[in-house]
């Protein structure tokens, strides 16, 4: 027979959040405590975190519709202007027969964004909820959103370079739109989100709620 | 209880900030909060939570010595990655040449400040703070000295480190590649292979930084 596991929290301690060093956290509260080692601010859970990450995965939802529906660029050549969306420049891709570059931007800019929303929501969800389902496979999912929310990036520096090469006049050029805007907010805002969410909230519902 | 600080309910008393020396040190899971005792790593180790499954603490090879030299390799690279222009484009007879820098600059014309501001943050500044500050960090130690704002500076790397993009840039470059291939000739240049080494050279120093290696260097000479 085995009690709960024996964790930090449990024990007054907290590992710092920069350093990862053990500390005591002092008794009255824990408020102003800060590393010994690094002198980063002590607390037992990320503050606020289910709040903070709460309305940072709203907003990412929010801007997650514009990122996708404006265009991100317009291309301008001879006189022609064309809009671009995420969308059409993965069809781009597919219809010049360069699919692996099709399934990067895809992935990179549709799929794992949204991926990580629905991630975020299913943990805040399941947290709030104190559910004590698959705590091991919760904290997996939590470690890829950390992972995979930089590789995101990819259309808005590709925009950049795009941007930067090609401005010819009339010939050709090339102009960012309020579509990337919205995009790169997408990004920062769901990197923020998964910063602000603490896993360790898993386990300690599915502790609390043990027989 | 009273004092300052509670006794330990654990009843070691490595848990606190200061463990003596022979004791193996008690850690907790940062993804799960399992209390464990780490013993120390060999070189090349790796240590997970037996409870979640996460990396407590990876031990590189020779780390600070590699992360030093790899870093000093990086800054080298960086200062001419952002000094050249890195791609050329030609059209009926037009050229344009970009740097990094020209590309953000390009952004903010257009209006789009914030573009402007997140690329610059995340290829420029980002990167150049996280080499400034290992180099910081890393030279005084290799020397047997305390880095001034050790505390800082430490504190500062960890954030610097989540928004360098380098190796998702390398990406953005070849996405812009080959959007253009059909549309003109483009030309590398320089500073582009300086680029393509700078990913891997800095994504080389971060894989070997160990953090409690530093601590314990910092510890030894305290």
Redesign the interface.
């Known amino acids: 027979m085995k009690g709960a596991?024996?964790?930090?929290?449990?024990?007054?301690?907290?590992?710092c959040?920069?350093?990862?060093?053990?500390?005591?956290?002092?008794?009255h509260a824990g408020h102003g405590a800060h590393c010994?080692?690094?002198?980063?601010p002590l607390h037992a859970r990320k503050p606020r975190s289910l709040e903070r990450a709460t309305a940072l995965v709203i907003a990412a939802f929010v801007c997650y519709l514009p990122a996708n529906l404006l265009p991100v660029m317009t291309v301008t050549s001879l006189g022609r202007s064309e809009a671009d969306t995420i969308m059409s420049?993965v069809v781009?891709?597919l219809t010049?027969g360069?699919w692996p570059?099709a399934a990067?931007?895809f992935i990179?800019s549709v799929f794992v964004p949204l991926l990580k929303l629905l991630i975020l929501t299913f943990l805040l969800i399941s947290v709030r909820l104190g559910s004590r389902w698959r705590?091991?496979e919760r904290?997996?999912l939590?470690?890829l959103t950390e992972a995979i929310g930089?590789?995101s990036?990819?259309?808005?520096?590709?925009?950049?370079?795009?941007?930067?090469?090609?401005?010819?006049g009339n010939?050709?050029t090339i102009?960012?739109e309020s579509g990337?805007?919205f995009f790169?907010?997408v990004v920062?805002i769901t990197?923020l989100a998964a910063?602000s969410f603490d896993?360790?909230l898993?386990?300690?519902r599915s502790e609390a709620s043990r027989p | 209880m009273h004092g300052a600080g509670p006794s330990c309910p654990v009843g070691t008393g490595t848990c606190c900030s200061r463990p003596p020396e022979v004791a193996i040190p008690l850690v907790a899971c940062h993804d799960c909060d399992l209390l464990q005792r780490l013993p120390p790593l060999p070189e090349g180790g790796r240590a997970s939570c037996p409870r979640c499954g996460s990396t407590l603490r990876k031990r590189p090879h020779e780390g600070l010595e590699r992360t030093l030299a790899l870093t000093l390799a990086a800054a080298v690279l960086f200062v001419v990655a952002n000094s050249f222009p890195f791609l050329s484009f030609e059209m009926k007879g037009s050229i344009t040449q970009t740097t990094l820098v020209s590309g953000v600059i390009d952004l903010y014309r257009q209006g789009k400040q914030e573009l402007a501001a997140l690329v610059l943050l995340t290829t420029v500044l980002a990167p150049m703070f996280q080499m400034l500050l290992l180099l910081h960090l890393l030279v005084p130690l290799r020397w047997n000295r305390i880095p001034w704002q050790l505390q800082r500076a430490f504190r500062l790397l960890r954030h610097a480190q989540v928004w360098s993009m380098m190796e998702v840039f390398m990406i953005g470059i070849l996405v812009a590649l080959v959007k253009l291939m059909g549309m003109a000739t483009i030309v590398a240049g320089l500073a582009l292979w300086s680029f393509v080494l700078l990913m891997l050279v800095l994504a080389g120093a971060v894989a070997s930084f160990d953090p409690e290696e530093m601590w314990e260097r910092v510890e030894a000479l305290r």
């Open positions: 596991a024996p964790t930090a929290l449990a024990a007054s301690c907290a590992s959040h920069e350093c990862g060093l053990l500390c005591a956290l002092p008794a010994p080692r690094c002198d980063a420049g781009y891709f010049h360069m570059l990067v931007v990179a705590p091991v904290t997996r939590y470690r930089r590789w990036m990819v259309d808005i520096y590709a925009i950049t370079i795009l941007v930067a090469l090609v401005h010819l010939l050709a102009e960012a990337a805007v790169g907010a920062v990197m910063e896993p360790r898993i386990w300690d």
